[in-house]
């Protein structure tokens, strides 16, 4: 528990440390009039990679929810740049977590 909050701490404190990552939380982001950069890109697998982390503990009985962790998920993936990545990639993930998070997301 204590190291995937580490973590969890570490993925995100890149947001405060990494200017060019100030689009990622941005609503009003046009990923087709200025594309996703690749240190965006990478932040946002990183990010998506600790949900699907999360998500395995969640459905093992961890430490959060699985209600509580879809609310998370419906939030970070309804900004442009994060969906725009889910998009791109979701065809590698594991199934049974796309499933997931697309019923989140509805």
């Known amino acids: 528990m204590l190291t995937l909050s580490e ?3 570490n993925l995100w404190a890149v947001l405060t440390q990494k200017p060019e990552l100030e689009r990622i939380f941005q609503t009003d982001v046009d ?4 594309p996703i950069t690749v240190v ?7 990010a998506i990679v ?18 509580e962790l879809a609310a998370d998920m419906r939030g970070f993936f309804s900004l442009p740049l994060p969906r725009a990545v889910w998009e791109k990639t979701k065809t590698t993930r594991n ?4 499933e997931f998070v697309e019923r989140a997301l509805k």
């Open 50 to 67: 600790q949900f699907l982390t999360g998500w395995r503990i969640a459905t093992a009985g961890g430490i959060t929810t699985v209600r």
């Open 95 to 98: 199934e049974r977590f796309v």
């Open 31 to 34: 990923a087709l009039k200025c």
């Open 40 to 46: 965006e890109e990478v932040f946002l697998n990183e």
């Open 7 to 9: 973590h969890h701490r």
